[in-house]
């Protein structure tokens, strides 16, 4: 995979660097080979990987080179794919103001742009899942209570992979939920309390307290989710519900809240089955904010209270619901045997598709041009090469009283392949693009579309290829209306991209 694919097929002429920790596994996880001397062998000259982040070339290399396991010429290769990046870097180059490189000193860290960057990002990441009866955006000015093991949340927002976030190395400048939230409604007189009420996991049931504060409360938010007590790096899950002990609490305090509002955010990296909150129509609105990172908390709180203008991320992957897990082999890297893997063979019931998210506004998408009432028939590449890409576009308008944004995106859908009818394929992406827009305001998105636009796996060889038959595109928002366009492909079937083995 390394050497053929990488280097001969793909004409790939950069370094390979192992992951941390990783040419250790090779012996000691793996038992590929039986000690870290005899994976350098494995490792470098087979496997051709240049850098090892671990100890495994530092302290074996030349002894492998005296035994003879390894030659020059293996070392001689690996430094030339690390230093040739480094030298178009300019990185062998006299210090001077013009290479950028050597110019970065410590008022590059923390920059006003850097900040803006992560703002807006952190916003534009919010998905908003479920809004029953607009119950988002809060009203500040109220008595307000947070309940749940991410209420008052620092290091959970932030995943597991980070660096330096606080000048001490600790998570104590982090804005947590609670604070955030807490400082916008105060602003307007309202007070905000928080109880954790469960753990992320376990059998605990004694939630006295946050049952008084939910009924005393105006309003309920429930912070909950999961961590890296469940999901991590060599942690993997063995369910993808959200944990029983949730679930539990979300009806207790909804049976409390005696119609009150309640809605709840959530923190998880990998999808958790919600449908039972979805269903629950004691639950106004659910967010999803992943693991949101340094500016989490205030985003979270801005999002909620109807702030964060840039509101309409999508779930970036399918939600399965929590039986997903026992109708698939963890071990079965297929995506389209059984019940079938992410969005493009997926046949079950969806907790969310793939491209599903809300917004705070409403949105409409119209056809401009490139639609037609009858079939719009595509030619396959010639042997010349020629492909004629055809342009379809949509206007999309902000119909609410709200600035917000949306993620327009075009999926094309295979109605028959008679050259492929092993093919499961149900839908797949071709782009997409996201619009920023004011109460009122419209813009044009257009798509550019090939033949080769509608590429798909061929079953049997894994070649890439462009295939005659009939499809449908189209348009979405992710949820709502859709705007279609039948497309008939004609012609011999082309390979795109051959598969790179033999």
Known sequence: MLTQ??????????Y???????????????????????????????????????????????????????????????????????????????????????????????TQESFDLNLLTTQ?????????????????????????????ATTDMTGNYLGQLCPDNSFDCIVSPFLAISALNSAAGGTT?????????????SYNQAIALAQSSDVIILALGIDDSIEAEGHDRVSIDLPQVQHDFVTAVVAAAGGKPVVIYLLNGGCVDVTAEVNNPGVGAILYAGYPGFLGGSVIAQTLFGENDHLGGKVATTWYPSTYASQISMTEMELDVGVG????????????????GLALTTFVIAPVSGFEDADSVKNLPTATGKNDVSAYSVQVTNTGNRTGDEVIQLFFYPLSMPLQPKSTLIRQL????????????????????????????HKDTGDIISTPGDYELRVTRGHGEEIKQRVKLVGRENILEKFPIE
Request: with cysteine.
């Open 5 to 14: 694919v990488l280097r001969d097929s793909w004409s790939f002429a950069g």
């Open 16 to 110: 390979v660097t192992s992951d941390s920790g990783a040419l250790e596994d090779i012996y000691s996880q793996h038992h590929y080979t039986n000690n870290s001397l005899d994976t350098v062998p494995v490792a470098l000259r087979d496997g051709q990987c240049d850098v090892c982040s671990g100890n495994v070339y530092s302290d074996n290399l030349l002894n492998a080179l005296a035994a003879g396991t390894i030659a020059r010429e293996d070392i001689d290769l690996a430094l030339a794919h690390t230093f040739k990046l480094r030298f178009r870097l300019g990185l062998f180059d006299a210090p001077s103001a013009s290479n950028p490189y050597w110019n970065v000193g410590p008022d590059q860290i923390q």
């Open 124 to 152: 534009e990441s919010m998905v908003l899942l479920k809004n029953a009866n607009n119950a988002l955006p809060l009203s500040v000015g109220k008595k307000v209570a947070i309940l749940g093991p991410h209420s008052n």
């Open 193 to 205: 309390d928080f109880v954790l009420g469960c753990k992320i996991n376990g059998t605990d049931s």
């Open 341 to 356: 893997r992410g969005d493009r063979f997926f046949s079950g019931e969806k907790v969310f598709p793939f491209g599903f």
């Open 430 to 457: 071709i782009d997409y693009q996201r619009v920023h827009l004011a109460p009122g305001e419209s813009t044009f998105v257009t798509f550019g579309v090939s033949s080769e636009s509608f590429k798909v796996g």
